[in-house]
């Protein structure tokens, strides 16, 4: 699946509006108001877009205007256009005041060297790439927030493991009916691995769930299932 398809489907209804919006005004900073206006759609829709686009790297915000405008990363999504490779080597750090860029960490495997083809896996471990894998194919990330989130797991010391066991199950939660209010589950489920929240453990997997499989070959995979 491509980035522009994820994307699509990550995006509906305010969101897609807004991403046009902010495509169609490039030189100009957005306020909340006048998106409604260009969009049609009210105060609440809008900002729980901006939202959602900001948490997919897609947009950010101005707080001295209080204005929004398209980031780098929409060119990419959206447009298809090529980063540059020192795009795949840095993070967004976004504050209330604006936003900073701040170096990778070193994710690099000691006997190899990066090529610039190997540049878009950050070289990165292969628990960390199989993440990346099933956060972008299979929860429909876009792949500039599946890198923020990766990077944001490893400074915290989490195990990747884990973390992928706990993205499939959030996965099975967001197809249950428990789930059915949640829109986006390509930004739903990378804001609860990094916010280290599991899924409720009254969420059972049933039997004939296409994931149930795979969810369990994540739990042998767990570091305590090697005790």
């Known amino acids: 699946m491509n980035q522009q398809t994820a994307t699509l489907r990550a995006c509906k209804g305010a969101p897609a509006s807004l991403i046009l919006a902010l495509l169609l005004n490039p030189a100009e900073s957005l306020g909340a108001q006048r998106l409604a206006t260009i969009t049609g759609y009210s105060d609440k ?47 967004e750090s976004r504050t209330s005041g604006g936003s900073t860029l701040i170096e990778e960490p070193t994710v ?8 610039p083809s190997e540049s878009e896996y950050l070289r990165l471990d292969p628990a960390w790439r199989d993440l990346l894998i099933l956060l972008v194919d299979d929860c429909v990330t876009p792949r500039p927030l599946a890198l923020k ?16 066991f ?10 249950s009916d428990a789930g059915g209010s949640i829109d986006f589950p390509g930004a739903f489920i990378p804001a609860k691995l990094r916010n ?32």
């Open 166 to 175: 706990e993205a499939l199950r959030w996965l099975s939660y967001c197809h």
């Open 149 to 164: 989130t990766i990077h944001s797991l490893i400074h915290s010391h989490a195990d990747a493991r884990h973390s992928a």
């Open 45 to 91: 829709p809008v900002a729980a877009g901006l939202r959602v686009l900001a948490d997919l790297g897609l947009a950010q915000s101005h707080g001295r205007v209080n204005g929004w405008t398209a980031t780098a990363a929409i060119r990419q999504t959206i447009l298809g256009e090529l980063p540059a490779e020192s795009e795949y080597l840095r993070l």
């Open 196 to 227: 280290d929240e599991s899924c409720p453990a009254w969420h059972r997997i049933p039997y004939h769930d296409p994931l149930y499989r795979r969810i369990q070959e994540a739990r042998d995979k767990l570091p305590d299932a090697d005790e």
């Open 108 to 115: 690099l495997n000691e006997t190899t060297t990066t090529t």
